[in-house]
């Protein structure tokens, strides 16, 4: 079993900057692939960044290729999301989820809200 906790949320200015941290419970973490995702209100939840155990291979949503950065640290069992250039459309409650490689995303966290003011 893995248990995610997200923090790092907040209020920020347009064009500021956060970073989310996931921290995981659970020795197997570091051989899961860790993903984050958002949901704003009244919107589908939608894909921002993935990665995978070793740190080796990561993938963005086009929206924010450029501005978000996601890298992980196994002897912390955290995964981070470094987001610059923020803007009101990235505003959302932000989730992180680990899975198997190759499999689903089965655990999740209860996420952390990020709000962008223009």
């Known amino acids: 079993q893995v248990q995610l906790v997200e923090s790092g949320g907040g209020l920020v200015q347009a064009g500021g900057s956060l970073r989310l941290s996931c921290a995981a419970s659970?020795?197997?973490?570091?051989?899961?692939?860790v993903a984050w995702f958002r949901q704003a209100p009244g919107k589908e939840r939608e894909f921002v960044a993935a990665?995978?155990?070793?740190?080796?291979?990561?993938n963005y949503a086009d929206s924010v290729k450029g501005r978000f950065t996601i890298s992980r640290d196994n002897a912390k069992n955290t995964v981070y999301l470094q987001m610059n250039s923020l803007k009101p459309e990235d505003a959302a409650v932000y989730s992180c989820?680990?899975?198997?490689?190759?499999?689903?995303?089965?655990?999740w966290g209860q996420g952390t809200q990020v709000t962008v003011s223009s």
């Open positions: 659970g020795r197997t973490f570091i051989t899961y692939r």
């Open positions: 989820a680990a899975g198997v490689t190759g499999g689903s995303y089965g655990f």
């Open positions: 990665i995978i155990w070793n740190g080796g291979s990561t």
